[in-house]
C-alpha cells in the first residue's frame, strides 16, 4: 500500500532518511512516498490546504514549531485526511503508523539507543538526573525558565564569551531563588557566608567547577548538516533573535554582521539560517548603508592660448591677485543648477513606532507584556492599540492589532 505522504518539520535531508528508514521497517506492507514537505521555518496559512492527493500528513513533533502543528491538524480535519504526530524514533514511530493504519505490531527490534540522538536527547544525557536544573526552550518542563523567552534566559554581551556566561550564570541564579522561598533563603546562606560568587558553584558542580552554558553552546555546534538536531537548534536560534526583537528591538546588537557573529559563536549558525520572516525583520531593522552620491559643482577653468613659439618653450605663468580678479570678471564662474528631485508620494504599510521598536501586525494580534519608550508613540494605517497602564516612560499590557 503506497501513501502520499505530506511531511511537516525537520531539515530537508533528515526527513528523506526518516521516510527511508521508516520504509525499510515497514517492507512490503506499507510504503511512505514523500508528496510535500515543510521544513520547521515555514508557516502554516490558513488560506492554504492541504495538498491534493494527500493520504498522510505526518508531523515531526520534535521539530515543528507550535503554529505550523496546529494548522497540520485543522487543515488534515478540514481534509479528512489521516493526521500523524511522531517520534523521530524510527521503532517508536512505526509502532503510531501501524496503530493508525490497523497494521500488525512487531514485537522485535524495537530498539532506539542506535539511533541518532536529538538535542534534547544530547542535553539531557549529560546532565543526567539534573536535566531540569537547566532547561531547554521547548522542553516539557521549563522549570526556572517557565514563561521566560529565549533571549531573556541567554541575552547576548558584546564583552567577550566568558562575560556573557558570567551573565548567563547570574540569570539562572536569580530564576532560581523566584523557584521558592526554600530556594531563596539557601542562596541568600551562601552569599551571606562565601560571597554571591558562590550561588553559581551549585550550578558549576554539574560541568567540573566550570559553568555548564559552556557545554551547552558546545552541544548546539555538534549537530551535523541534514541532523535533527541541527534543525532543532535552529528553531531554538530563531526564536532567540525574535525574542531579541520584540523585548530589546535588538539594541544589543550594533550592526547585523555583530548580530550574525553572535549566532556563530553560541549556536554555530549565521544570520542565513534564520527562518525567512526573521530573517526580513533583521534585514529591515539593519538596512544596508546608503551611499550618497557626491554632488559636485563644476567650475569653469581658465585656459590660456600659446603660440607656436610658446609651445617650443616650457613657461609657468604666474597671476597676480589683481591680474586673477581681471580674469573672473571676464570669465564668471558658473555653477551649474542641480535639479530637485521631485517629491513623490510614498505609501505607509500599517505600522505602530513605540519610540525606536517598529512592529507591523498581521492577521494575529500582538501582544507584549512591558515596552520601556525611548521616544515618542506614533501609530500609521489602520492600527488599533491598546495599554493597560503607563508608568516611568514604560508602557505594560501592550496589544496591537488591525483595525
Not at 260 to 278: M, P, Q, R, V, W
Request: with cysteine; proline share 4%.
Amino acid at each position: 500500500m503506497n501513501q502520499n505522504t505530506f511531511v511537516i518539520g525537520g531539515e530537508p535531508k533528515f526527513a528523506t532518511k526518516f521516510i527511508e528508514r521508516l520504509n525499510k521497517r515497514f517492507g512490503k506492507t506499507l510504503t511512505l512516498s514523500v508528496s510535500n514537505h515543510k521544513t520547521w521555518d515555514q508557516s502554516g496559512d490558513r488560506r492554504e490546504d492541504i495538498p491534493s492527493g494527500t493520504d498522510l500528513v505526518l508531523v515531526l513533533k520534535s521539530n515543528c514549531n507550535h503554529s505550523l502543528r496546529n494548522w497540520a491538524r485543522q487543515e488534515s480535519c478540514k481534509s479528512n485526511v489521516k493526521f500523524i504526530e511522531c517520534s523521530h524514533k524510527t521503532a517508536i514511530a512505526e509502532m503510531d503508523i501501524r496503530h493508525c493504519y490497523q497494521l500488525p505490531m512487531k514485537t522485535k527490534d524495537i530498539k532506539t539507543n542506535q539511533e541518532e540522538q536529538d538535542l534534547y536527547e544530547t542535553w539531557e544525557g549529560f546532565l543526567g538526573e539534573h536535566k531540569y536544573i537547566i532547561p531547554l526552550l521547548g522542553m516539557e518542563d521549563e522549570g526556572i525558565f517557565f514563561g521566560k523567552d529565549a533571549y531573556e534566559r541567554m541575552p547576548w554581551v558584546r564583552e567577550g564569551k566568558k562575560k556573557m556566561i558570567a551573565k548567563w550564570d547570574r540569570i539562572w541564579v536569580s530564576y532560581s531563588k523566584q523557584g521558592s522561598d526554600e530556594v531563596r533563603s539557601l542562596f541568600n546562606r551562601v552569599a551571606s557566608v562565601e560571597g554571591r560568587k558562590a550561588n553559581r558553584a551549585l550550578l558549576h558542580f554539574l560541568n567540573n567547577g566550570k559553568s555548564p552554558y559552556f557545554k551547552l553552546i558546545e552541544v548546539f555546534k555538534s549537530f551535523k548538516d541534514g541532523s535533527l538536531g541541527l534543525g532543532q537548534v535552529k528553531m531554538i536560534a530563531d526564536q532567540w533573535v525574535r525574542d531579541a526583537y520584540l523585548g530589546t528591538n535588538l539594541r544589543d546588537f550594533h550592526s547585523k554582521s555583530n548580530l550574525n557573529y553572535a549566532l556563530k559563536l553560541i549556536f554555530g549558525l549565521s544570520i542565513n539560517d534564520l527562518s525567512a520572516e526573521t530573517l526580513e525583520v533583521v534585514k529591515e531593522h539593519f538596512p544596508k548603508p546608503g551611499r550618497p552620491k557626491a554632488k559636485s559643482l563644476k567650475t569653469s577653468t581658465p585656459v590660456v592660448e600659446t603660440t607656436e613659439q610658446d609651445q617650443n618653450e616650457t613657461l609657468t605663468p604666474i597671476l597676480t591677485q589683481e591680474g586673477w580678479d581681471d580674469y573672473v570678471a571676464q570669465n564668471p564662474i558658473i555653477e551649474e543648477e542641480i535639479e530637485q528631485p521631485v517629491e513623490q508620494p510614498v505609501s505607509v504599510d500599517p505600522h505602530v513606532l513605540l519610540g525606536t521598536l517598529k512592529l507591523t501586525p498581521n492577521d494575529n494580534v500582538i501582544c507584549i507584556g512591558e515596552v520601556h519608550l525611548e521616544g515618542d508613540v506614533h501609530i500609521y494605517g489602520d492600527i488599533s492599540l491598546e495599554v493597560d497602564r503607563i508608568e516611568n516612560n514604560t508602557l505594560y499590557g501592550v496589544k496591537i492589532k488591525k483595525g
